[in-house]
């Protein structure tokens, strides 16, 4: 399958998506429609040198073993149930259709993982990102909680050690502190669903050498962790 992906601000990237063997892990962004009132492609924000990046990071510093570079689909495509983990940005835009629905909830409960980052709020204002990824997320699970994650849920502690509580985070130029980190679980107890709200990890891969009191370095950790999580998990 040949996909032409339009990026923010022009340009244009040729992706050649295909599923993944039985040999290696390859990092895959969900593509999805915006709501009419967002800026444009808010799916590709990040994209792609943030996989990039993170890809580099993964085969530099753990033994997971890559199968080419990160891919981009979309939840109707029958290519995510190859996948163990997907990444999906800026839920603060999404739109949904029945078809996407339905298959990442199939998605989910066979096994996948989601990764859902790069929204937020200002303190003290309505939470138009958060209620848009909540109608969202609720048409996937209706009947599903959205779990706060302590400081001592071994995600944080797979692979690299991480304190949430005093992890920095890329928007603290205007949330300061305000970083919260949610899973959804499925009947067994298993994560299937980790949420970065007020948080964008994607920002942190994007721009490694950018000043950011370690928040980018605490990114590439926080994604890995997951990884790790998904794949052993």
């Known amino acids: 399958m040949v996909t032409i992906l ?3 601000g022009g340009g244009a990237v040729v992706e050649r998506a295909r599923a993944q063997s039985d040999q290696g892990f390859r990092f895959v962004r969900i593509r999805y429609e915006s709501v009419p009132y967002s800026r444009s492609a808010t799916w590709a924000y990040d ?3 943030a996989e990039r ?6 085969e530099r510093t753990t033994s997971i073993r890559l199968d080419g570079p990160p ?6 495509d029958d290519e995510i149930h190859d996948h163990p983990v ?3 940005t800026e839920p603060g835009y999404w739109l949904t259709n029945d078809d996407e629905i339905n298959n990442l909830r199939d998605y989910l409960t066979r096994g996948g993982f989601l990764i859902i980052d790069d929204f937020h709020d200002y303190a003290g204002r309505p939470r138009y ?3 848009n990824f909540y109608d969202n997320i609720r048409r996937v699970f209706p009947d599903r909680e959205l779990v706060p994650l302590s400081s001592d849920h071994p995600i944080w502690s797979i692979y690299y050690e991480i304190d949430p509580d005093a992890a920095p985070s890329t928007k603290a130029y205007f949330l300061p502190d305000d970083d919260e980190y949610y899973a959804i679980y499925d009947d067994n107890g298993r994560m299937m669903v980790v949420i970065c709200y007020n948080q964008d990890i994607g920002d942190g891969w994007e721009w490694p050498n950018r ?3 370690d928040a980018s370095s605490v990114s590439f950790q926080m994604a890995i962790n997951f990884i790790f999580f998904a794949l052993t998990h």
Request: hydrophobic share 50%.
């Open 6 to 8: 339009l990026l923010p």
């Open 47 to 49: 994209y792609p040198s």
């Open 53 to 58: 990046n993170l890809h580099t990071a993964i």
């Open 71 to 76: 891919i981009v689909l979309e939840l109707q």
């Open 86 to 88: 997907l990444y999906l």
């Open 129 to 131: 990102q958060w209620d």
């Open 211 to 213: 000043n950011m009191d």
